[in-house]
């Protein structure tokens, strides 16, 4: 698992209210993504960082913001949590594995329901 | 404009055959392609991946294709095996930009 954990694993807000994931990881991974997951769509790229401080847009970023402040933790904000945010997010970092195959190793996902 | 197409939302086989997981791309600029499996209230896990300079990977019971002229992949799992049963997400990247583009999924029932 790449000592990748989320928090929340679940939670329910209301409209309006902001929200914080935070994803850490404990093998000093350059690169953290944060996606989610929707049906009918796959998994979408909302934010990705290449290190401290160093974050960019992905495929569906608006309505978020992400912060990297040390190298293990990636924080994804809802700064006003709309129905359309109720998702699974997933974190990820990139790694090579033993093999020596590039990928992405993905965290076990924060399920938010948005009321 | 959906990048990368995964047309079969779902594949139903038995114990023992070959699955066959199909994945289209539209992007010429892809040269890195990954498979992911996934079960329910988990994480994707990585399955295995095939370089454009390659036609063909690998690892144990599963193997991937590559067609770059088709713009086509495939994951192959031989002998299919109950446990198989999930999601199978194909994505793509630009191998420099380190960010990967996913398909649909297909759910993969297999049939003891």
């Known amino acids: 698992d790449a000592g990748i954990t989320q928090s929340p694993r679940h939670k329910v807000t209301e409209t309006g209210t902001p929200v914080t994931l935070r994803c850490h990881q404990t093998e000093n991974h350059r690169y953290m993504y944060w996606y989610r997951q929707d049906p009918g769509h796959g998994l979408r790229l909302i934010h990705y960082s290449y290190g401290v401080k160093d974050t960019d847009k992905g495929e569906v970023s608006d309505g978020y913001s992400v912060s990297r402040s040390k190298t293990e933790d990636f924080l994804l904000t809802l700064e006003s949590a709309t129905s359309s945010q109720t998702s699974v997010y997933f974190c990820?970092?990139?790694?090579?594995?033993?093999?020596?195959?590039?990928?992405?190793?993905f965290g076990p996902g924060t399920r938010l329901l948005v009321l | 404009d959906q990048q990368v197409k995964q047309n079969s939302p779902s594949l139903s086989v038995q114990e023992g055959r070959i699955s066959i997981l199909n994945c289209d791309y539209t992007n010429s600029m892809f040269d890195y392609f990954l498979w992911y499996k996934k079960y329910p209230a988990e994480g994707p896990t990585f399955l295995i991946s095939?370089?454009?300079?390659?036609d063909k990977n690998e690892d144990g019971r599963f193997t991937v294709f590559l067609n770059k002229s088709a713009k086509h992949l495939s994951l192959h799992i031989v002998p299919s095996q109950p446990g198989d049963s999930a999601v199978y997400f194909c994505a793509a990247s630009v191998r420099s930009n380190y960010k990967l583009t996913f398909g649909k999924g297909t759910l993969l029932t297999v049939n003891p």
């Open positions: 990820a970092i990139s790694a090579v594995t033993s093999s020596n195959q590039e990928t992405q190793y």
């Open positions: 095939i370089s454009s300079i390659k």
